[in-house]
């Protein structure tokens, strides 16, 4: 999850609280299910809050 930004991780966590599909999000940014898994369950990155998507 190097090629990531903080910001790409706040939104990819973000989206993974708003219900989006695994395999979308995974497409979007090149993360297998095991990597959305531990940012979901803060195993990786948990200092990095999900970003506010209402903005969007």
């Known amino acids: 999850m190097k090629h990531l ?3 790409e991780i706040a939104i990819i ?3 993974i ?3 989006d599909k695994y395999s979308e999000i995974g497409s979007d940014y090149r ?3 095991g990597r ?10 948990p ?3 999900p970003a506010d998507l209402s903005k969007s």
């Open 17 to 19: 609280l708003r219900g």
């Open 13 to 15: 966590k973000a989206r």
């Open 36 to 45: 959305l898994s531990d940012l979901k369950y803060g195993r990786h990155y």
């Open 5 to 7: 930004s903080k910001a």
């Open 31 to 33: 993360l297998n299910i």
């Open 47 to 49: 200092e990095i809050a």
